[in-house]
């Protein structure tokens, strides 16, 4: 298996242009997770999806990130318009969910820098 | 609060055991204790995970407290390639499952 692929692996853009990051998780994971992590904050979840539905997006932080998935193969993540305080390395995660507990396998991440 | 408590970082010779202990007094009954850790520039990977038992898996091993509130994460003989933040986890069993993430331990092997 070739893990949770992200894509591009590092971004770099100016302010105000949008960026979209892509992700493709594990064939068979009902579970996708979106993280950011910075060096202030760690690691935070902006959103996750059970079965192609966004669950919990509370972790968003404003009206200028949205997420979809339109198949179990595919997700993005997308900013517009970005920002300086944008930058950060954004994770991608993705699990099968059960009754008994679950492990997130992460992938390589996208480092952002928006100038 | 739901994040656990780890000691910022921690040092060990190679070759040696190492314990990364984990606070997590709130902890409920259905919670799962969750252990990843993230070597340098990568995303972070699963290490182990357990409900009461002690476990045991190729990576280390997991001793979880009698009451719960404590756990500890042992690898027997630490390596170079295991210098990461180890991350200690609770893992919510409720609708929304999440993984609440603190700022772990930065563990440092020296030769």
């Known amino acids: 298996d070739a893990g949770v692929i992200q894509s591009p692996r590092h971004e770099v853009t100016e302010m105000g242009q949008e960026v979209t990051l892509r992700c493709k998780p594990i064939?068979?994971?009902?579970?996708l997770f979106w993280y950011r992590q910075t060096m202030m904050r760690g690691l935070e979840l902006l959103i996750y999806f059970n079965n192609n539905v966004p669950i919990d997006d509370s972790g968003m932080p404003e009206d200028r990130f949205s997420a979809k998935m339109p198949n179990a193969s595919f997700s993005t993540l997308k900013i517009q318009p970005s920002e300086p305080r944008d930058s950060a390395v954004y994770f991608c995660?993705?699990?099968?969910?059960?009754?008994?507990?679950?492990?997130?396998?992460f992938g390589p991440g996208t480092r952002l820098l928006v100038l | 609060d739901a994040k656990t408590t780890q000691p910022n970082s921690m040092e060990s010779n190679e070759e040696e055991p190492v314990h990364l202990p984990c606070n997590h007094s709130t902890i409920s009954g259905t919670d799962y204790i969750h252990w990843y850790r993230q070597l340098p520039s990568q995303g972070p990977e699963y290490v182990i995970h357990?409900?009461?038992?002690?476990v045991n898996n190729r990576m280390a091993s997991l001793a979880i407290a009698e009451d719960r509130k404590s756990s500890t994460l042992i690898l027997h003989r630490a390596t170079l390639r295991d210098a990461a933040v180890y991350y200690c986890?609770?893992?919510?069993?409720?609708?929304?499952?999440?993984?609440?993430w603190g700022a772990g331990t930065k563990l440092i092997i020296k030769p």
């Open positions: 986890i609770r893992l919510f069993m409720d609708s929304n499952y999440q993984l609440i």
């Open positions: 064939s068979g994971h009902n579970s």
């Open positions: 357990g409900l009461t038992s002690n």
């Open positions: 995660a993705s699990s099968f969910r059960s009754s008994g507990g679950e492990t997130q396998y």
